[in-house]
């Protein structure tokens, strides 16, 4: 757990990069998707609803010291595969890394095709959300 | 028609029912009217107003004809189905009051649901929902139960836009004419698939959009009984619907112009006209049993997938199917396919009451047109193979 | 754009105020839309739905930046002016009661007139019409007169169908919020020829039609300001503007969808982009200067014309000149002229109380825009004149 | 005064031929607007006033014995000139050869191109208003 959140980042950019057509990428998010830690039942309430998806989110934030915490879920297989890679991104990183974290993940994985406008801004939301913890 | 290549593929449309694609020949009129007669209708002296005009009322018959209205007094454009509806809710407003009831089915879409629910509102009428059965159909036995002299209006659709189940309507308005009951159908799904002749069922109102029927957006069409129209206010006012102001007190034109304030989506109805010009004269019994044939054949596919739960089981149907899938959200199963160039539709498809009495957030939609093909249904079950293979290696 | 011979003469197109000709990037622009991503739009995850949409906001886009609004929640695409302008009427209802006036002008089309009319007649509140000068013109020390403490809104155009008098409406505007009074202000005339800034102006909504705007018929515009469209309810239910029914209360999205209910016309408002787009990239000033020149060109030209009046003599005014002659009949005048293949209209052109101001049942009126020329203009008045010799030798 | 309405209509109608352009053809008619006899102020009231056009029409009609009598004028020169030609036709005319007149008189004259749809259906309702009465 040496690596910083852009390296992540990277090494996620090079496995989207092998795989040539939308499907595939697509594909690779239900697989990603089965690796993301379950959400406590209890968790999965109002409070923690994400707005503005067709499928539901949840997600819940949580700051100690200086590290960041997340745990999310979705019933969307798909977004469950973003949310892995977002959990992996951030969860137990340093709170200033992530804050400041600049890159634009969607263009960064190539993965723009796989959401639609609507979906888009469901995303920039959560990311926006997650930096503004 | 179309003529676009999504990721490399040329595209398998499926997402009929939310629109269908455009015959070249309603493009060409169109194009024709924009290059050789667009002019504002009516009341112009000159040759392209005449024209236009002309062309416009022309557009006006042929939708009558095809409705089997009796005049085409009965025949106003609006912008599409919803704004068709919610011209009754509005004009049907001073009829209403707080002893009435409005009826409406639980599987309505919004259009047809969400404008009766905010008239009761206004007038303190009770608003009612008419259950569905297990199956997705109709439950006609309550229906006729909750129908009474209370009942101002029975708004229902011809057929689901969810499951393609075909409402047995002219037994419900027989019924409800014997209560004294005035029927409004929507017939947004129906047009481009079923048989429709207002006259044989007798309804008061009929509404459905041009862009679900072959024509282009923004058009739309009522049907009304010229009994209501005669005695029903205007509900948007504006040039070309007074024939003069005197003493301050407009003086209305009869139907259709009385409802057709400002001017109209002139280009729109003639392509419309189009449209129907041209489905009406395909041979329709033929169409029919193919859509039918496809319909059945998804059906049966569809069920042979483990995990795959049809929504709804209609005796009689459209080419409509809703499905869902045991851990595959809809959506992702939509967004695959679409990865895939097959477009489809998930969600709740603007039926929330329906998705709440199956208990369900949503369904993939899969809708045929008359230009699909068993290829195409082929590929798309594949394409369903294939990501639920997917799905399932998680 | 046009292309059309009538009685063997290319034809000469005068009568812009009623609908403009489309040029031919706007024609293109739909029918690749109907080509290549013709779907229904919002909430769709397949490609074309998503291409759609984003076409369909891209236009909304453009008219914002047009208009200069503050953001596109504050453009609702309509299907016309007369559908604006009923859109308010209809949603300021709840605020309205018999306490309070309404204030349009005696220069107003009927589409700013009757839904008032109307309005005022629903809600029990006084209905004004301020009146108009002999030239013309608005009455602006009676207006500021009238709008009191009850005046609950203005609706005033920005300028007239009749004779192209442009209102002082930024003067108007600032007046009327001293008192309180929020203003609309009927843009039908304007958009093609004058600039139209809301935030400039500080209206409080701004209407107008595409099909007045080298854009296609049946889509339309109208601005409102984030504050009044937040507290608005909507006033057509259906498709697309809930996000919920929870308990059976629908939750609605914000504007614009609250109150775009249904299927919107997609290809209309993709075309208005279009037409939008390609307006905006011309040299306005030449523009707005060639068309100044033209009008004061037919203005003195008919001045020197025995027997014929000029109806209104604006000291700022668009491209619309209407008249009279002693003997003949406005409609005898359109009709040969139409013979001579010359497109001007007749009539009171859907503005009757100002036809009553001047005790006139019609005028003949002539209505350029960019594309028409000074040639043209001499062959309208060379045909004017050879029709009153037809006239005078009776 | 020998000739029968409908032989009347043909000597319309060889004028009217003679005329190539429509335009002609219309600033014919308000030439003949000039000939129509001037209707009495008092006969210009609401009661003979004919619904349906942009201009004023009055008609006035009556019955004597079996002959038939008409009056009309209007404020557009053009529709007195078709109002001339009907009273030239029909004016004094026996009752029974108006009434059952049957031919198209303006596809007769071959001026169907001078009357806009609506016009026409105004004057097709003047026409069939004469045969009624
Ligand atoms: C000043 C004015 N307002 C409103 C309208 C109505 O526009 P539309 O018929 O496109 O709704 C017109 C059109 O003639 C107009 O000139
Ligand atoms: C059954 C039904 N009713 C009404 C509508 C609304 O039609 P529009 O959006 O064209 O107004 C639809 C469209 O999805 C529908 O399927």
Known sequence: ?133 | MLNTRVYGSPIVYLDNAATTQMPYAVLKTMEHYYHHTHSNIHRGVHYLSEQSTCDYEKARNIVKDFMNAESEHEVIFTSGTTDSINIVALAIEPYVNEKHEIIVTEMEHHSNYLPWQALCKRTGAKFIVAPVSVRGELDFEELERLMTQRTALLAICHSSNVTGAVNPVKKVIECAHQKGIPVLVDGAQSVSHQRVDVQNLDCDFYCFSGHKAFGPTGIGVLYGKQQWLNQFMPVKYGGGMVRQIKNGEPAYWESPAKFEAGTPNIAGAIGLGAAIEWFASLPRESIISHELELTQYIRSELLKIPGITLVGSPEEQIGIVSFTHRYAHPFDIASLLDKLAIAVRSGAHCAQPFMDRFGISGTVRVSISLYNTKEEIDYLINGIKRILKVVDGR
């Open chain 1, 1 to 133: 757990m040496t690596l910083t959140v852009k390296e992540k980042l990277d090494c996620f950019r090079q496995e989207f990069c092998l795989l040539e057509d939308p499907f595939s990428r697509h594909a690779y998010l239900i697989e990603l998707s089965s690796l993301l830690p379950p959400m406590k039942d209890a968790h999965k309430s109002k409070e923690y609803r994400f707005k503005g998806c067709q499928a539901n989110v949840w997600l819940l934030f949580d700051k100690d010291e200086s590290v960041f915490y997340m745990e999310a879920d979705s019933d969307s297989l798909l977004i469950r595969g973003i949310l892995y890679i977002l959990h992996e991104l951030f969860h137990e990183q340093p709170f200033d890394e992530v804050s400041s974290f600049e890159e634009d993940i969607v263009d960064a994985l190539g993965i723009s095709d796989l959401f639609t406008r609507e979906r888009l801004l469901g995303l920039t939301g959560i990311l926006q959300f997650i930096k503004s913890v």
